[in-house]
Nanobody
């Protein structure tokens, strides 16, 4: 039910910052829990940051904690991933995801809806 569209990816140098955006449409009940995932070359998708759209952030991966921040602008139906101090190992495809679960949002790993992904490349 949810349609997600990411933007904001690009190429940056190590230590620089990027902000990713995800505009969501569809019933709000389909996206009570939203998150950002990343697919590194040759690997599966890893959960980076998750938030409840009602109570706020619930999860950060150890690899990004302190560097990445998930947030939302509810009036614009948009969530963001602010990425600072980027490293070459952050290079990959970043996906926005949504799930209807209302409780234990930080425990959700299998999300129902996914965006198309946006490429982030960090060079040294």
């Amino acid at each position: 039910q949810a349609l997600l569209t990411e933007s904001g990816g690009g190429s940056v140098q190590e230590g620089e910052s990027l902000r990713l955006s995800c505009v969501a449409s569809g019933p709000t009940s389909s996206r009570n829990c939203m998150g950002w995932f990343r697919r590194l070359p040759g690997q599966g998708r890893d959960r980076l940051a998750v938030m409840s759209t009602t109570t706020g952030p619930t999860y950060y991966a150890d690899s990004v904690k302190g560097r990445f921040t998930i947030s939302q602008d509810s009036a614009k139906n948009t969530i963001y991933l602010q990425m600072t101090n980027l490293k070459p190992e952050d290079t990959g495809i970043y996906y926005c995801a949504a799930d209807p679960t209302r409780e234990r949002c930080g425990r959700v790993t299998a999300f129902d809806y996914w965006g198309q992904g946006t490429q982030v490349t960090v060079s040294s």
